[in-house]
């Protein structure tokens, strides 16, 4: 049991965490304040550090979500993960778990067993300002000592929606055992989120080096969602569709 500052917590991601790590003390956070969520923009420092006092580790989901100009993707992202990782070294707290993208490595082209830590290659704005957060995690451990674990997330829904999500879907509960593993680990890690699925093309290797076992698989839906083309743009890169959009 841990008391945890979970940014971004009314977005998609931070609803599924909510109600599956009960058995620790959340202290919520959203740029928008919600009911049991107290607003707090990550871009303003001060801020971050009081909303961090006391707890014992930082679960990092507040930012843009999606393509965006490149100003609000470096304010957001970039900047707000720099002003979450000060906080957590000026206060002495020792792990941060930040949510990453497969869009930082959203240009490699498919292959099997795709390491867990395979080079940076992102696809967009977005996919950019996820590869500079992990390294701006890599910074922050190599100086600081903290230990930080970027989540190279796929496809998190309730259920696949579509024939790609049956190699990248993670399901919400996945999503839990990931991040309660990373809140364990130690060193500067980046970890696949994907959960077991029958076609996943990603490693399951840094899942397996932080106790990260899924228990989910997206095969379940293949029949509702079809059959993957292979020769379709969303099914020859990492990032999908992203890879073809236009930036910004």
């Known amino acids: 049991m841990a008391v945890i500052l979970l940014t971004g917590a009314a977005g998609s991601l931070g609803t599924m965490l ?6 620790h003390t959340l202290r919520l956070t959203d740029l928008n304040a919600a009911e049991g969520v107290e607003a707090l ?3 303003d420092g001060e801020a ?6 006391g707890v014992d580790a930082i679960v990092h989901l507040g930012g843009l979500a999606d393509e965006s100009p490149f100003d609000d993707v470096l304010e957001v992202n970039v900047r707000g993960t720099e002003r979450v990782l000060q906080a957590a070294y000026r206060l002495g707290i020792p ?3 930040l949510a990453s993208s497969n869009h ?6 498919r292959r099997d067993a795709l390491p867990d830590d395979v ?3 992102p696809d967009t704005y977005y996919g950019w300002s996820k590869a500079a957060l992990e390294t701006l995690g ?3 451990h190599d100086r600081y000592g903290l230990h930080v674990i970027c989540l190279r997330i796929g496809a998190c829904r309730e259920r696949p929606a579509n024939p790609r999500d049956l190699s990248v879907w993670l399901s919400p509960d996945d999503l839990a055992r990931l991040v309660e593993a990373a809140l ?3 060193g500067w890690r980046l970890v696949w989120g994907v959960s077991a699925n029958t076609r996943r093309w990603w490693s399951g290797a840094g899942g397996d080096a932080i106790g990260y076992h899924p228990h989910d698989d997206a095969e379940k839906w293949a029949a509702e969602v079809g059959e993957p083309d292979p020769e379709a743009p969303e099914h020859r890169t990492v990032g999908g569709t992203m890879a073809i959009r236009s930036l910004g």
């Open 48 to 53: 971050v550090e009081r909303a961090a006092r």
């Open 138 to 140: 890599r910074l922050y």
């Open 95 to 97: 792990r941060v778990v």
């Open 184 to 186: 364990t680990a130690t």
């Open 18 to 23: 909510r109600t599956r790590l009960t058995h």
């Open 41 to 43: 923009d990550v871009t």
């Open 104 to 109: 930082a490595a959203g240009l490699h082209e």
């Open 119 to 121: 080079a940076p290659r």
